[in-house]
């Protein structure tokens, strides 16, 4: 009946990768890689928010640690470990500002495909990638009616580790703005669009429940 939860969990993924290259890379490197993971991890869970698909109050907070080992399927060696807070304060009756940290890492043999990225609106994924990665991200909604609302966002984020340390590492500033409509009252459950401006272009996306996962 409580709020904390602890739990485990196993990661499996199988992939076939084609490289295009050309040049003197094409004779060095072959054009199909087959790559396996497979990693067994716990995850510790605090959670008091009022609604799992949209929330007004509350917040959530996990630890997530993950080994992937020749043992158990692993081609390679590698853990994975992730910690994150999403947070929601009702500020007036028609205002919630939520907010957002979330700080992942790798160590070991890691596949290109699952080192750390920055995760915000308005990257495009796996453009800003190293060992380690960080994210802080602000969110304002407005209820303007019962059934309507407008919301804005600003994140930063910054990835460091093999190429540079923290001080040095890669910085990205977004920010955006949408809509919600509540398409399931008994479940508050809201849908809608958001536009975000990265660093390098302008993105839509389309939401179901809240933006953050």
Same mark, same amino acid.
């Given at each position: 009946?409580?709020?904390? #939860?602890?739990?485990?969990?196993?990661?499996?993924?199988?992939?076939?990768?084609?490289?295009?290259?050309?040049?003197?890379?094409?004779?060095?490197?072959?054009?199909?890689?087959?790559?396996?993971?497979? $990693?067994?991890?716990?995850?510790?869970?605090?959670?008091?928010?009022?609604?799992? =698909?949209?929330?007004?109050?509350?917040?959530?907070?996990?630890?997530?640690?993950? =080994?992937? /080992?020749?043992? #158990? +399927?692993?081609? &390679?060696?590698?853990?994975?470990?992730?910690?994150?807070?999403? $947070?929601?304060?009702?500020?007036?009756?028609?205002?919630?500002?939520?907010?957002?940290?979330?700080?992942?890492?790798?160590?070991?043999?890691?596949? =290109?495909? @699952?080192?750390? =990225?920055?995760?915000?609106?308005?990257?495009?994924?796996?453009?800003? @990638?190293?060992?380690?990665?960080?994210?802080?991200?602000? /969110?304002?909604?407005?209820? *303007?009616?019962?059934?309507?609302?407008?919301?804005?966002?600003? $994140?930063?984020?910054?990835?460091?580790?093999?190429?540079?340390?923290?001080?040095?590492?890669?910085?990205?500033? &977004?920010?955006?703005?949408?809509?919600?409509?509540?398409?399931?009252?008994?479940?508050?459950? #809201? *849908? +809608?669009?958001?536009?975000?401006?990265?660093? /390098?272009?302008?993105?839509?996306?389309?939401?179901?429940?809240?933006?953050?996962?």
């Amino acid at each position: 009946d409580g709020n904390t #939860w602890l739990g485990g969990r196993w990661i499996y993924l199988d992939f076939d990768n084609k490289l295009a290259l050309d040049g003197p890379l094409s004779r060095l490197l072959p054009d199909e890689m087959t790559q396996r993971s497979s $990693g067994l991890g716990l995850v510790l869970e605090h959670d008091t928010r009022d609604n799992i =698909f949209t929330p007004n109050k509350g917040w959530i907070g996990a630890l997530d640690l993950t =080994f992937y /080992e020749p043992s #158990w +399927g692993s081609d &390679t060696r590698f853990q994975s470990y992730r910690g994150h807070a999403f $947070g929601y304060w009702p500020i007036a009756k028609t205002l919630v500002l939520a907010g957002r940290a979330d700080v992942r890492a790798v160590r070991g043999d890691v596949p =290109f495909y @699952q080192v750390p =990225f920055i995760d915000l609106r308005g990257v495009p994924a796996q453009r800003y @990638q190293d060992q380690n990665t960080a994210v802080l991200e602000a /969110e304002l909604r407005w209820n *303007v009616t019962p059934r309507w609302a407008a919301i804005g966002f600003v $994140g930063t984020g910054r990835a460091w580790g093999r190429r540079t340390d923290f001080s040095e590492g890669d910085d990205v500033l &977004t920010k955006g703005i949408g809509f919600r409509y509540l398409l399931a009252r008994q479940l508050g459950l #809201w *849908v +809608g669009l958001d536009y975000a401006r990265g660093p /390098e272009e302008d993105v839509f996306y389309i939401q179901v429940g809240s933006a953050w996962r």
